[in-house]
């Protein structure tokens, strides 16, 4: 396989590329997906804290994918809505905003546990990028630790922007809902199965016992062996991806792991409601045998998704290929902020893949969140699974 970024000989142009001005891409198009209803990419309104830059108008903004769209290898998910590059003028969905709706304890839970990130490629400036947002939000100083695929704090790959975009969101939302977590960012030395297999190896070695995935192969369910992510102890997350119902993919299609779509968050008064996400990833993964705790005539294998959380219209701060805040979409968003409630909840070992959210004991402490196909369940929707979180109950 080859790498879907290329490093160092490339940088010039990449920076380049990644500040013209962001275009349609048939994620923009917001093409009507088999599941879900609107026809569409929703707009979420702006969480109470934040504001939106002057002149911004919601329904004229589009998204482009930060990293290249290639079949059966690798990607990562993130997806750019705006540019903005203003600051103090924040738009997007913050932390309080999770917190809130998700009834996150994320001031007084979470110490002491080690959620890891799986990304490839490097991003330098992620440790100045993580400060600067948790700053913002008032979150505190991080505890963060960096390494290359080797479990080494040095010898770090060679840089991507698109892939360094994908690293500052992922840090970011499990700083948004845990706060007080370790993180570790594990970055793989390319985009690579095999170096991906092995940073996902590594951030077990090194004490994770939560690791979020923000990429996808989409179209192979083989491109990284599922052992690498089904070691017992240890929870795996990954994004359902974003191009619609039926665009299965490993890692996400694996039963060893929790399948993360994506929802629209809005806000009315004080209230906040969600509906699923057109773009979300999903569906029946016919190459993976059916797991024996589901039990639905309509899918012979793997039944996506297992649960989500908001995918759009979401704050990030990233220098290195942007130079400051901007709004992001995607499952990419919904991974790590869903690891971060693994964090809070802090019994990581304890779970079993997306088995956890298929125990019946779990329903009442999750939103249910309808419209989009059920398969015969209910509560369940194929867009965000058994839905997001309602507390930590679940988790």
């Given at each position: 396989?080859?790498?879907?970024?290329?490093?160092?000989?490339?940088?010039?142009?990449?920076?380049?590329?990644?500040?013209?001005?962001?275009?349609?891409?048939?994620?923009?198009?917001?093409?009507?997906?088999?599941?879900?209803?609107?026809?569409?990419?929703?707009?979420?309104?702006?969480?109470?804290?934040?504001?939106?830059?002057?002149?911004?108008?919601?329904?004229?903004?589009v998204a482009r994918k930060a990293c290249p769209d290639v079949r059966s290898e690798p990607r990562c998910l993130v997806l750019?809505?705006?540019?903005?590059?203003?600051?103090?003028?924040?738009?997007?969905?913050?932390?309080?905003?999770?917190?809130?709706?998700?009834?996150?304890?994320?001031?007084?839970?979470?110490?002491?546990?080690?959620?890891?990130?799986?990304?490839?490629?490097?991003?330098?400036?992620?440790?100045?990028?993580?400060?600067?947002?948790?700053?913002?939000?008032?979150?505190?100083?991080?505890?963060?630790?960096?390494?290359?695929?080797?479990?080494?704090?040095?010898?770090?790959?060679?840089?991507?922007?698109?892939?360094?975009?994908?690293?500052?969101?992922?840090?970011?939302?499990?700083?948004?809902?845990?706060?007080?977590?370790?993180?570790?960012?594990?970055?793989?030395?390319?985009?690579?199965?095999?170096?991906?297999?092995?940073?996902?190896?590594?951030?077990?070695?090194?004490?994770?016992?939560?690791?979020?995935?923000?990429?996808?192969?989409?179209?192979?369910?083989?491109?990284?062996?599922?052992?690498?992510?089904?070691?017992?102890?240890?929870?795996?997350?990954?994004?359902a991806g974003d191009d619609g119902i039926g665009q299965e993919g490993a890692p996400e299609a694996f039963d060893t792991v929790?399948?993360?779509?994506?929802?629209?968050?809005?806000?009315?008064?004080?209230?906040?409601?969600?509906?699923?996400?057109?773009?979300?990833?999903?569906?029946?993964?016919?190459?993976?045998?059916?797991?024996?705790?589901?039990?639905?005539?309509?899918?012979?294998?793997?039944?996506?998704?297992?649960?989500?959380?908001?995918?759009?219209?979401?704050?990030?701060?990233?220098?290195?290929?942007?130079?400051?805040?901007?709004?992001?979409?995607?499952?990419?968003?919904?991974?790590?902020?869903?690891?971060?409630?693994?964090?809070?909840?802090?019994?990581?070992?304890?779970?079993?893949?997306?088995?956890?959210?298929?125990?019946?004991?779990?329903?009442?402490?999750?939103?249910?969140?309808?419209?989009?196909?059920?398969?015969?369940?209910?509560?369940?929707?194929?867009?965000?699974?058994?839905?997001?979180?309602?507390?930590?109950?679940?988790?």
């Open positions: 396989m080859t790498p879907d970024d290329t490093p160092d000989q490339k940088r010039k142009e990449e920076i380049v590329m990644s500040r013209l001005p962001w275009i349609p891409t048939s994620i923009a198009l917001g093409v009507a997906l088999a599941g879900c209803s609107a026809s569409t990419l929703p707009m979420a309104t702006t969480g109470a804290a934040l504001q939106r830059q002057p002149g911004a108008s919601p329904a004229q903004r750019v809505e705006s540019n903005s590059g203003i600051s103090p003028l924040v738009a997007g969905w913050g932390p309080a905003d999770f917190q809130a709706r998700y009834k996150l304890p994320s001031t007084t839970k979470g110490s002491g546990q080690i959620v890891a990130i799986v990304d490839a490629y490097d991003n330098p400036d992620v440790a100045t990028d993580l400060a600067t947002y948790r700053s913002y939000f008032g979150l505190g100083k991080a505890k963060f630790k960096k390494f290359n695929q080797k479990g080494q704090q040095s010898n770090y790959p060679s840089g991507s922007t698109g892939w360094g975009i994908e690293i500052d969101l992922d840090v970011e939302m499990v700083s948004a809902s845990c706060p007080l977590c370790t993180i570790y960012l594990v970055e793989a030395d390319g985009s690579y199965s095999s170096d991906l297999q092995a940073a996902e190896v590594e951030a077990v070695k090194l004490g994770a016992h939560i690791v979020s995935n923000s990429w996808i192969c989409y179209a192979s369910l083989s491109c990284v062996d599922q052992g690498d992510f089904a070691k017992k102890g240890v929870t795996y997350l990954a994004a929790v399948a993360v779509g994506g929802t629209v968050l809005s806000k009315n008064g004080s209230q906040y409601s969600e509906t699923p996400w057109d773009n979300t990833g999903g569906g029946c993964a016919a190459g993976i045998k059916k797991p024996r705790w589901q039990h639905d005539h309509y899918c012979t294998g793997r039944l996506a998704n297992d649960a989500a959380a908001v995918a759009w219209d979401v704050a990030e701060y990233d220098s290195y290929g942007y130079g400051g805040w901007f709004t992001v979409g995607g499952t990419s968003v919904a991974s790590p902020l869903l690891a971060g409630v693994f964090g809070l909840a802090g019994n990581p070992t304890k779970q079993d893949g997306g088995k956890t959210f298929w125990q019946t004991s779990h329903h009442e402490d999750l939103y249910d969140i309808s419209g989009c196909s059920g398969y015969g369940y209910t509560q369940y929707s194929i867009c965000v699974g058994w839905g997001t979180p309602n507390g930590i109950g679940a988790f």
